[in-house]
C-alpha cells in the first residue's frame, strides 16, 4: 500500500511512466499509468478554473466500504483534487454505496437527488457511484433511467480500476458504466489514503461463501478469496514503519481466512504472524462467524498481549429453528458454549453482537430465545435491526413474512432489553485504569479529548491534540450510559 499523501516510491514510478506511450497490460502498473494521465486533465482543469480541483468521498455501510473508501481517497488524492469536506461543493464526489437493508437503498436516493441540485448550480461537478449497490441490476436500470447526472458507476469487484475509470469518465462526455458479476482477482499496491495517521483497516479477504439466507453480501461481493500472508504483513510493516499502531483485520467472516489458498494457513496462525510486527500495538479484527471461530483462535487470543479485548459475534437469531432457516450452522446451545469457553479464555472480554427481528416465521416463542441469549451472554453492545426483505435472497420468497407492527414491536422490545444490559454492562469499570488509544479532540468539548480502550469503550478526558495517537493509561471516573468521563494517570 502506499499510504502517504504524495508517495515518494509512487512518485519514482509515475515519472518514468510515458502516459502517451502503450497502456501497460499488469496491474498495478496500468492503474499508475492511469493515475498519470488523469493527473494531466485535473492540472488542466485547474489552469482554466484558475483554483485547485476539490473531491469528496461519502460512505454508506460497513467497515470494508470504510476501508475502499480510503482507497478511493487515495487515488483521487495521487490524480491531484483536494479534499472538500462539504460534498455539495466538491468538484468530484463519489458515494460509496451500501445495500445490505432496504432502508440503505432509499437513504441512497435521497441523498443522490439532493446532490443532483447541487449539481444544477455547479454543472461541472463530476459524480460518481460504486460499492455494493451498484452490483444490482435493477439499481443500475434505475439510475440510467431516473438519475442521468451521473457521470460514473462501478462496482465492487473492479474498486482497484478506479484511475483507469476515472481516465476514461474525464474524455467521455456520457455516463461510463462497469459493473463485474464476480472476480478471482486481488490486485496489490493500489494508494490508498488513511482517515487516521495511527489506525488502519487491513483487508486479509474479500466476499463471502456462506449465503446466510437473508443477507445481500455473497451476491455483491463475490466469493471467498483471501489474500497472501506475506501481502498482508507486508502492508502492516509498512503501516507501522508510517506510525499506525492499531490495525483493524477485515473480512465478512476472518474465521475461515486462509483455508483456500494454495498453501493453507488459519486465522489464529496469521495473527500470531501478526503480533511479532514491532510497532503494532493493538489488533482488533471483524467479522467472527461463530461456526467457524476455533480452539485454536480462542487460545491465541487467551495468549495474546496486542489483540483487544472485544470480539463482535453476531447472533442474528437465539432460536435455533430460525437460526436453521437462516442458514447459519449453529445452534443456540452451541452459540451459548462458544460464549462460556471464550470467556473462560479471556474473561474480561467485551462482547458485541448483531441481531434481527422479525425474519420469517419468527413466533413469539422464537423472539424470547433471543432475549434469552440476550440476557444470558450480557452482551456490551447489540446492533439490532428489523428484517429486511432483500429481492435475490432466499428468505424473501419464504412463507410466513412477519408482519411490520409486530417486528416493530419485538424490535422495540429488544432495544429497551439490550440497552439496559449495556448500560449496566459498561458500568462495571468504574474506578479501573485502562489502557487508551487518544483518537481525537472531543466534538463538544475542546479541553477534552477521545480515546478507545482496549475493548472498544470510549472514554472522554482532559487533554490536547499533542496526545493524539499515543497509548495512555487513564482512570475511569465515571460511566455516563455509553462511555466514560476518566482523567490521565500520572507514570501509568
Ligand atoms: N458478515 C457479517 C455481517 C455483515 S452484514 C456477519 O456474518 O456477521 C451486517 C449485519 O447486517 C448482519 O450481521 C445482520 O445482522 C444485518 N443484516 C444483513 N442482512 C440483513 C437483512 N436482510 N435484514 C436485516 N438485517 C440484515
Ligand atoms: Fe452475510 Fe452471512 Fe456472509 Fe455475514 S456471513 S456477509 S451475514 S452471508
Ligand atoms: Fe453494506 Fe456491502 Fe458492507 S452491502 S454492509 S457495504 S459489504
Redesign the pocket.
Known amino acids: 500500500m502506499c499510504d502517504t499523501k504524495k508517495n515518494r516510491g509512487l512518485e519514482e514510478i509515475l515519472y518514468v511512466i510515458d502516459e502517451n506511450g502503450p497502456v501497460p497490460e499488469q496491474e498495478p502498473m496500468r492503474q499508475y499509468y492511469f493515475i498519470k494521465k488523469a493527473r494531466q486533465y485535473v492540472e488542466q482543469q485547474e489552469k482554466q478554473a484558475g483554483r485547485p480541483l476539490s473531491a469528496h468521498v461519502t460512505t ?6 470504510a476501508r ?1 473508501s480510503e482507497k478511493l481517497a487515495g487515488i483521487l488524492s495521487e490524480v491531484g483534487y483536494i479534499e472538500e469536506p462539504d460534498e455539495k461543493k466538491a468538484d468530484f464526489v463519489i458515494f ?6 432496504e432502508n ?1 437503498n432509499q437513504r441512497l436516493y435521497g441523498r443522490l437527488g439532493q446532490l443532483g441540485r447541487a449539481k444544477r448550480q455547479n454543472p461541472d461537478m463530476k459524480i460518481a457511484l460504486c ?3 451498484m452490483q444490482e441490476l435493477e439499481v443500475v436500470e434505475k439510475l440510467k433511467k431516473s438519475y442521468p447526472f451521473v457521470d460514473l458507476i462501478f462496482g ?1 469487484h473492479n474498486l482497484y480500476k478506479f484511475a483507469e475509470l476515472l481516465s476514461t469518465s474525464q474524455e467521455s462526455g456520457r455516463m461510463v458504466i462497469d459493473i463485474w458479476k464476480d472476480t478471482d482477482k486481488i490486485v496489490e499496491e493500489i494508494p490508498s489514503e488513511r482517515k487516521y495517521p495511527f489506525k488502519s483497516g487491513v483487508n486479509i479477504m474479500f466476499g ?1 461463501n456462506n449465503f446466510c439466507s437473508y443477507c ?2 455473497p451476491y ?2 463475490g466469493r471467498e478469496r483471501s489474500r497472501e500472508p506475506a501481502d498482508i504483513i507486508r502492508e502492516i510493516d509498512r503501516l507501522a514503519a508510517d506510525g499506525v499502531v492499531e490495525i483493524m483485520l477485515l473480512g ?1 467472516n476472518v474465521n475461515s481466512y486462509g483455508k483456500n489458498l494454495a498453501h493453507p494457513i488459519s486465522f489464529a496462525k496469521l495473527l500470531t504472524e501478526i503480533e511479532k510486527i514491532d510497532g503494532i500495538q493493538r489488533i482488533r479484527f471483524m467479522t467472527s462467524h461463530p461456526k467457524d471461530l476455533s480452539k485454536e483462535l480462542i487460545t491465541v487470543m487467551g495468549q495474546s498481549k496486542k489483540i483487544c479485548r472485544h470480539l463482535h459475534l453476531p447472533i442474528q437469531s437465539g432460536s435455533t429453528r430460525i437460526l436453521e432457516k437462516m442458514n447459519r450452522r449453529y445452534t443456540k446451545e452451541q452459540y451459548l458454549d462458544l460464549v462460556e469457553s471464550i470467556r473462560r479464555a479471556v474473561p474480561d472480554i467485551s462482547l458485541t453482537t448483531d441481531i434481527i427481528v422479525g425474519f420469517p416465521g419468527e413466533t413469539e416463542e422464537d423472539f424470547q430465545e433471543t432475549l434469552d441469549v440476550v440476557r444470558k451472554v450480557r452482551y456490551d453492545a447489540a446492533f439490532t435491526f428489523q428484517y429486511s426483505k432483500r429481492t435475490g435472497t432466499p428468505a424473501a420468497v419464504m412463507e410466513e413474512q412477519v408482519p411490520p407492527e409486530v417486528v416493530k414491536e419485538r424490535f422495540e422490545r429488544l432495544l429497551t432489553e439490550v440497552q439496559s444490559i449495556s448500560a449496566e454492562a459498561c458500568k462495571i469499570h468504574t474506578g479501573s485504569i485502562q489502557e487508551v488509544l487518544v483518537e481525537s479532540v472531543n466534538e463538544h468539548d475542546a479541553s477534552l479529548v477521545t480515546g478507545r480502550m482496549s475493548n472498544n469503550l470510549l472514554v472522554h478526558f482532559p487533554g490536547d491534540t499533542s496526545l493524539i495517537g499515543t497509548l495512555i493509561p487513564v482512570r475511569l471516573k465515571e460511566c455516563r450510559g455509553f462511555y466514560y468521563i476518566g482523567e490521565a494517570v500520572e507514570n501509568g
Open positions: 454508506f455501510g460497513c467497515q470494508m466500504n475502499d460509496n454505496t451500501c445495500t445490505v437493508r440503505a460499492g455494493c449497490m465492487t463471502c445481500i453480501v455483491v461481493r465478512q
